[in-house]
């Protein structure tokens, strides 16, 4: 070994990474991945986060980390989200959200973008438009791929931070009635959260018009595990006993006819009159960006909880930064 490359092998080990803590160098490409104890630990580790943030704003506990977000589809929250996450601790981001200004647009394949990226970063947020595009680039990166979205199919960081929203506002889940309504179909938010609420005993109430139910294969996933689960076309009648309703917008994007997205997309809308039929712990969430399922004179009902729930996020995703990264 030259010198040199002794001395980058020193480097490159860097002091406090806990090579054994929960999830540390692991791909977050599943809820199926998380177990109840994993929860608790991600969970607590967010706690500390927030508790950070209100006292002193941001720290170093990242300092000298690179994050890459790559984003083949639009997105607001999650890549800003996982940028001030990776800022408050510390880390710096390389932003790659318009993908037809990168290499992409000269046909780059999945594979060789994620291998360039992690020449860069040491951890990569991918968005993709296809399902399955995540494991994919994960079989070819050797560092940690977060999944930030693949397609119709899941968003596993969205549903940790729903969840952590739930126990920050209603404490444990057990027991709780929660109305996933809208888009079950193409909405991969609703996927991932009813996977991850399968871990508790919870009903699970899916209202949405015939077209866009929730997908069998869900269901019968989740039917193997005994969750309790029910199909509505209206909210009216599940909505007196529901404890959180997690709504959610119609993907426009994954329609193949605009026609058929307008008569789908005004179908529910809750509004001041709805929540008075609602219990007054409920809580309304809902992953955002809506575009007028919920009346914005709801804003301001206490049980609102979409704004608080994207604060929660970012505590959410600097737990999962500091734990892939083996730092915490
Ligand atoms: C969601 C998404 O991209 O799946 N947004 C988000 O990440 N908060 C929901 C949506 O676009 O409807």
């Given at each position: 070994?030259?010198?040199?490359?002794?001395?980058?092998?020193?480097?490159?080990?860097?002091?406090?990474?806990?090579?054994?803590?929960?999830?540390?160098?692991?791909?977050?490409?599943?809820?199926?991945?998380?177990?109840r104890?994993?929860?608790?630990?991600?969970?607590?580790?967010?706690?500390?986060?927030?508790?950070?943030?209100?006292?002193?704003?941001?720290?170093?506990l990242?300092?000298?980390?690179?994050?890459?977000?790559?984003?083949?589809?639009?997105?607001?929250?999650?890549?800003?989200?996982?940028?001030?996450?990776?800022?408050?601790?510390?880390?710096?981001?390389i932003?790659?959200?318009?993908?037809?200004?990168s290499?992409?647009?000269?046909?780059e394949?999945?594979?060789?973008?994620?291998?360039?990226?992690?020449?860069?970063?040491?951890?990569?947020?991918?968005?993709?438009?296809?399902?399955?595009?995540?494991?994919?680039?994960?079989?070819?990166?050797?560092?940690?791929?977060?999944?930030?979205?693949?397609?119709?199919?899941?968003?596993?960081?969205?549903?940790?931070?729903?969840?952590?929203?739930?126990?920050?506002?209603?404490?444990?889940?057990?027991?709780?009635?929660?109305?996933?309504?809208?888009?079950?179909?193409?909405?991969?938010?609703?996927?991932?959260?009813?996977?991850?609420?399968a871990?508790?005993?919870?009903?699970?109430?899916?209202?949405?018009?015939?077209?866009?139910?929730?997908?069998?294969?869900?269901?019968?996933?989740?039917?193997?595990?005994?969750?309790?689960q029910?199909?509505?076309?209206?909210?009216?009648?599940?909505?007196?006993?529901?404890?959180?309703?997690?709504?959610?917008?119609?993907?426009?994007?994954?329609?193949?006819?605009?026609?058929?997205?307008?008569?789908?997309?005004?179908?529910?809308?809750?509004?001041?009159?709805?929540?008075?039929?609602?219990k007054?712990?409920?809580?309304?969430?809902?992953?955002?960006?809506?575009?007028?399922?919920?009346?914005?004179?709801?804003?301001?009902?206490?049980?609102?909880?979409?704004?608080?729930?994207?604060?929660?996020?970012?505590?959410?995703?600097?737990?999962?930064?500091?734990?892939?990264?083996?730092?915490?």
């Open positions: 070994m030259t010198p040199l490359s002794s001395a980058i092998n020193t480097f490159s080990l860097p002091f406090g990474e806990q090579r054994n803590a929960p999830l540390y160098g692991q791909d977050i490409l599943s809820v199926n991945q998380f177990n104890e994993d929860l608790t630990y991600i969970y607590r580790v967010a706690h500390e986060m927030r508790s950070i943030v209100e006292r002193i704003g941001s720290f170093d990242l300092n000298g980390k690179i994050l890459a977000n790559l984003f083949y589809e639009p997105s607001t929250r999650t890549s800003s989200s996982f940028t001030a996450a990776m800022e408050r601790l510390g880390g710096s981001v932003p790659i959200n318009n993908v037809q200004y290499s992409v647009s000269k046909g394949s999945l594979p060789d973008t994620v291998r360039t990226l992690e020449c860069y970063a040491d951890v990569i947020v991918l968005r993709h438009p296809e399902v399955g595009s995540c494991a994919l680039a994960a079989q070819y990166a050797k560092k940690p791929i977060i999944n930030a979205g693949d397609g119709i199919g899941e968003h596993p960081t969205q549903a940790l931070l729903d969840l952590f929203t739930i126990f920050e506002e209603l404490g444990n889940p057990e027991g709780l009635s929660v109305t996933l309504l809208g888009d079950l179909k193409n909405g991969r938010t609703v996927h991932s959260l009813a996977r991850l609420l871990l508790f005993n919870v009903k699970l109430n899916y209202v949405s018009p015939e077209v866009l139910k929730m997908p069998e294969e869900i269901v019968a996933e989740l039917g193997k595990k005994k969750v309790k029910e199909a509505f076309s209206e909210l009216d009648g599940i909505l007196p006993e529901t404890d959180v309703l997690y709504v959610t917008r119609v993907q426009k994007e994954r329609f193949a006819s605009l026609e058929e997205y307008e008569q789908l997309k005004d179908l529910y809308v809750i509004t001041p009159e709805t929540m008075k039929a609602a007054q712990r409920m809580i309304v969430m809902h992953p955002l960006p809506r575009v007028g399922e919920i009346s914005m004179d709801v804003d301001d009902d206490p049980r609102a909880a979409y704004f608080r729930q994207m604060e929660y996020g970012m505590y959410t995703r600097m737990a999962l930064l500091a734990m892939v990264l083996g730092k915490a």
